[in-house]
């Protein structure tokens, strides 16, 4: 039996990266917890001070496939290259390159206007493969 788990970013605005995230995967904020009318409620219930109420954000799959997201406010910035990093499947590797390689460069578009920046174009056996990206942020993530 697997167990449940979830991915959490650390970030200077919760909102706004789930925002983008929530874009870039099609995934929707979190449902409010049972038994509670809304989130303030939840975390009024759990005595979390309403000045920390915007430190964080949440997503859910849609779904109900994917993993949850949650981005937490930190004081410190980003120093150093991600050691874990989303994949966008975007193209999906089962497609031939000719079918793949347009819909990678159409949610890499569709994410560079969101506020993402391209950092890199990787080629495998003379041919684009992927791109590399950083979210509003700076955390790095691929489009294949």
């Not at 915007?54 to 980003?78: I, R």
């Not at 493969?129 to 691929?142: I, K, M, R, S, T």
Request: glycine fraction near 10%; charge should be negative.
């Amino acid at each position: 039996m697997s167990t449940r788990w979830g991915l959490t970013i650390d970030c200077a605005h919760p909102g706004a990266l789930a925002e983008f995230w929530a874009l870039a995967l099609g995934y929707v904020p979190a449902p409010v917890p049972a038994g509670f009318a809304s989130w303030e409620e939840w975390l009024a219930h759990h005595e979390v001070p309403a000045a920390e109420w915007d430190d964080s954000a949440a997503l859910a799959d849609p779904d109900g496939a994917g993993p949850s997201l949650s981005f937490l406010k930190v004081p410190e910035g980003k120093v150093a290259k991600n050691r874990v990093h989303i994949d966008v499947k975007a193209g999906g590797r089962e497609l031939p390159h000719a079918q793949r390689w347009p819909l990678v460069l159409a949610a890499v578009e569709r994410l560079t206007a969101a506020g993402a920046v391209v950092v890199q174009v990787y080629s495998i056996g003379g041919r684009p493969d992927h791109v590399q990206l950083a979210d509003p942020e700076g955390n790095e993530f691929c489009v294949v």
